[in-house]
């Protein structure tokens, strides 16, 4: 997740962003993580998209344990740490600048047994691929990542690196803007895509990309 600060204002729910920590309850635990939007941004704020896509991972029946996970854009942790309390291996990745942040909070809110399960690793997207394996992961997970049109290429290139025929990649996002619908046309013209859920309430889409035959859903 880019480190560009949105503009403060009364939307938004800007009171829940600038707080300094968040609460959660997913796979039968309590989550508190730290926020910190002055420092870090949009890097280290939960978003609603990460939210509506961990209930989705916790009640959509799909089987995350023993499971290789990746997550891109971590921000604050909140997926990587629900998948792996869901029993995957997960590689929680951000850019330099926010990993200490995130490690602080993934390291807070995994039982110790399961720490090893979790590995805080930085990766910007379309560098040092070389130091990801491509094509090792059944799933890759993001939320609310695609927002900034300068880093749609480099966000293709990285999931192209990283998907095998058999990967599942997991995107929830707001379609806010005519960009966001750029990215999907140009994720669709190297992935087969479906919308596999949309929540009302938060106004946020869950879809799912795989290597195949391309379908034409937008």
Known sequence: MA?????EGAGWGARQLH????????????????QDWRRLGVAAVVWDAAVVLCAYLETGGIDLGDRSVIELGAGTGLLGIVATLLGAR???TDRAAALEFLESNVQANLPSELRPRAVVKELTWGKDLGNFPPGAFDFILGADIVYLEETFAELLQTLEHLCSEQTVILLSCRIR???????LKMLRGHFSVYEVHYDSSKDVHIYKAQRGSRKDDF
């Open 3 to 7: 480190l560009v600060p949105y503009e």
């Open 19 to 34: 707080s300094p920590s968040a609460t959660y309850r997913f796979a039968s635990h309590t989550i508190r993580l730290r």
């Open 90 to 92: 997960v590689t929680i």
């Open 177 to 183: 803007y005519e960009r966001d619908h750029k990215f």
